[in-house]
Structure formats: structure tokens, C-alpha cells
């Protein structure tokens, strides 16, 4: 039992962290947000006012110590209504002002509002600035982000380049992460204290000329 009441205890003070950090979150505003935590899993329920809003509670939650994984099924009540038709013709528009977008090689498909994005690009960071270029579109309650990254061939040495960048990065202990690859494809597994340091060691990764995909095993200790 004295463990039981111990591991509630961490939940409780842990939902109570990931409420005050949604709360200093000047992005969110809605008083509709649900936080439950349970063995250092969080989860969101309930409404946000909109795509981003609900993506930056998701953030929140993931900055606090001791989030191991957050899992977000807030609905999104956007406050603007746009026909499927215009919200692909907004998309496309968004894409093509975008300088980091080569939108030629974007499709776009609307279905209730939620956004997909297909086809391929040469880095990920393409791939990122695509979805962040509709993610903001009024109307928008998701976006599923299929776009394939496609580099021309894999870089010589890829492994040791990652292995260097991650030394060279003050966020991170590269002595807890190890670094597989093979084919464009890389693997990272090890430990990281919180969720940022897990996700600057697959930005790390995905910056390197060659990769194609990047699957984060580092598991989150609290």
C-alpha cells in the first residue's frame, strides 16, 4: 500500500505541474483543458479553441520534469468554419509563401478539417516548415503529415557525424545515447532526464545530410 499511495502522490503533483505550466502558457487559453497523469503519462482531454492551441499544450506538458509520454486528445472547437474546398485553397496558398516549402512536390487533401499532406522533400526540416504553414490556418482540427523525405543517397559516415554533433550539443549527455544506422535510416536509443532533451537528440539526428528517417527509442527516466 505505502507504494501505491506513493506512486498517487506523483501522479497528483505531477497533473499539478502540467496544470500551471498549460496555465503560463500565454498560447492557451481555454478553460476547457483536462490533465490526468498516471505513472508519468500524461493525458489531455477536453476542447481547445484551436489546432495550434491544442499543439501548444501538448508542448506545455511536455517541458515539465518528469513527463515521460503525453498523449492529446483535445478536440479542436475552431472558431471559424471554413468548407473543406477553401480550407485546401488556403493550404495551398500557405505552402506556396512559404520559402521553405517546395510546394510543387506537396499535395494537399481536406476531410473535415483535417489537413494531409503528401509527397516528398530533401530534408526534414521541409517537411516541418509544411506542416507549420497550414498548422495556423483558421479552421484547420488536424493535420496528418505523410510527407516522405527522400534524400538522393546517404551520407559518408553518418553515424560518426551524428555522434560528433551530439558531443558538440550543450542539451545533451551523448554518453547516453547510441546511434544506429544504416541506409539513410537512423536509430537512437539510451536515456534522456526529460522530453526536450529526447527531441533535440532526433533534431540533432534529422540534420544530418542523408537521413530519410528517424526512429527516437530514447526513453524518458524521471
Not at 499511495?5 to 500565454?26: F, G
Not at 492529446?72 to 496558398?93: C, T
Amino acid at each position: 500500500m505505502p507504494a501505491v499511495k506513493a506512486m498517487k502522490s506523483e501522479d497528483a503533483e505531477l497533473r499539478e505541474s502540467v496544470v500551471r505550466e498549460i496555465e503560463w502558457e500565454h498560447q492557451v487559453t481555454s478553460k476547457e483543458i483536462n490533465v490526468a497523469a498516471h505513472n508519468h503519462v500524461v493525458t489531455l482531454s477536453g476542447f481547445a479553441h484551436g489546432y495550434p492551441e491544442k499543439l501548444a499544450a501538448e508542448r506545455a506538458a511536455k517541458r515539465v520534469y518528469g513527463v515521460k509520454d503525453v498523449v492529446n486528445q483535445l478536440e479542436v472547437k475552431p472558431g471559424l468554419i471554413l468548407e473543406d474546398h477553401e480550407l485546401a485553397r488556403e493550404a495551398g496558398q500557405a505552402l506556396a509563401r512559404s520559402i521553405s516549402v517546395p510546394d510543387t512536390r506537396i499535395e494537399v487533401t481536406v476531410k473535415d478539417g483535417e489537413i494531409m499532406l503528401e509527397g516528398n522533400v530533401d530534408w526534414h526540416f521541409q517537411r516541418d516548415a509544411a506542416e507549420a504553414a497550414v498548422s495556423d490556418l483558421a479552421s484547420v482540427r488536424s493535420v496528418l503529415n505523410r510527407i516522405v523525405v527522400s534524400a538522393t543517397a546517404p551520407g559518408r559516415d553518418m553515424r560518426a557525424k551524428i555522434e560528433e554533433a551530439l558531443r558538440r550539443n550543450a542539451c545533451l549527455d551523448p554518453r547516453r545515447i547510441t546511434v544506429v544506422s544504416h541506409n539513410g535510416a537512423v536509430e537512437l536509443r539510451g536515456t534522456a532526464n526529460s522530453w526536450a532533451e529526447k527531441e533535440e537528440a532526433a533534431a540533432v539526428a534529422w540534420a544530418a545530410p542523408g537521413v530519410t528517417q528517424v526512429d527516437n527509442n530514447i526513453v524518458v527516466v524521471a
